[in-house]
Nanobody
Framework: QVQLVESGGGLVQAGESLSLSCGAS????????IAWFRQAPGKEREFVAK???????RYADAVKGRFSISRDKDNRAISLQMNSLKSDDTAVYYC??????????????????WGQGTQVTVHS
């Protein structure tokens, strides 16, 4: 399996935007579904968004309308555009790849390949 590498995290003010990227060290991402999860201090890792090989997307209610996930035309990177950021969005964001079924699409168990994570901090 390819090694997933996240980039783009940082420190922003509430209301600002940030874009995260998930790549496969120069290789294509294949036909896996790619998802973003996040984990805030003291909380469980939670689903944020996913995009399938055929570009079907799904979002957590907490980010719907603010975040947008997309796949580049060369299938070498997945972007997560985060707008109108809130302090509640502060977390380590993880990219994950896998072949989830419908019932596991938004669960950790649906993915078997994880990146190391990138920190996003939103100051209010």
């Amino acid at each position: 399996q390819v090694q997933l590498v996240e980039s783009g995290g940082g420190l922003v003010q509430a209301g600002e935007s940030l874009s995260l990227s998930c790549g496969a060290s120069g290789r294509t991402l294949g036909t896996d579904t790619i998802a973003w999860f996040r984990q805030a201090p003291g909380k469980e890792r939670e689903f944020v968004a996913k995009i399938s090989w055929y570009s079907i997307t799904r979002y957590a209610d907490a980010v719907k309308g603010r975040f947008s996930i997309s796949r580049d035309k060369d299938n070498r990177a997945i972007s997560l555009q985060m707008n109108s950021l809130k302090s509640d969005d502060t977390a380590v964001y993880y990219c994950a790849a896998g072949r989830p079924i419908a019932s596991t699409m938004a669960t950790i168990g649906g993915y078997n390949n994880w990146g190391q994570g990138t920190q996003v901090t939103v100051h209010s």
